[in-house]
């Protein structure tokens, strides 16, 4: 039965921003991408604000990929994704060599939201996506909240001493 409670907290989070992202016509998986990186990446608000941070700048990269892309088409063809692929993604073993942008695998989200999604490489198509990435973080964090609230009322009398 003490599950029953976990489950009810999860599903109803889970059913709230489905519909929010339905009714906002958000690319739902892009929410839940940033909703996942709560959990892998710390629960705490300082760590998901590093690792949005690093998920908006791997979007960035997604987008100076193309952008160098086009421009390498001119002098050397299709080879030009590729090698603005290699540049770029090579660019990330500096990267995980700092303090603080080393988690190349918010990166590689950023860059998977912004390739998945695909949109014109205007400013707000562009940072519309920030919405559903920042909704992903809160509906993550505010389910955590909510699920360590059911856990510590849970808790036996007797271990609380």
């Known amino acids: 039965m003490k599950t029953l409670p976990v489950a009810i907290a999860f599903g109803l989070f889970g059913a709230i921003a489905v519909s929010v992202s ?10 839940f991408v940033a ?9 705490k608000w300082q760590t998901s604000l590093w690792a949005f941070l690093q998920i908006v700048l791997g979007m960035g990269m997604a987008i ?39 988690n190349i695998p918010a990166w590689f989200l950023g ?5 998945g999604v695909h949109p014109p490489l205007e400013p707000l198509p ?29 808790v036996p009398e007797s271990s609380v001493q």
Not at 35 to 43: A, D, E, L, Q
Not at 68 to 90: C, D, M
Not at 141 to 147: D, H, P, Q, R
Request: charged share 10%.
């Open 35 to 43: 909703w996942v990186s709560f959990y892998i990446f710390g629960r």
């Open 64 to 102: 100076l990929i193309q952008l160098t892309a086009g421009l390498l088409e001119q002098p050397i063809g299709k080879l030009g994704f590729p090698v603005s692929v290699f540049l770029y993604i090579g660019s990330l073993a500096y990267f995980a060599r700092t303090k603080k942008l080393n």
């Open 126 to 154: 562009v940072l519309q996506l920030l919405i559903p990435i920042v909704s992903g973080f809160v509906f993550a964090w505010l389910n955590n909240f909510v699920v360590e609230k059911i856990h510590e009322r849970q």
């Open 111 to 115: 860059l998977i939201i912004l390739f």
């Open 22 to 31: 339905f009714a906002q016509q958000w690319p739902t998986w892009v929410m």
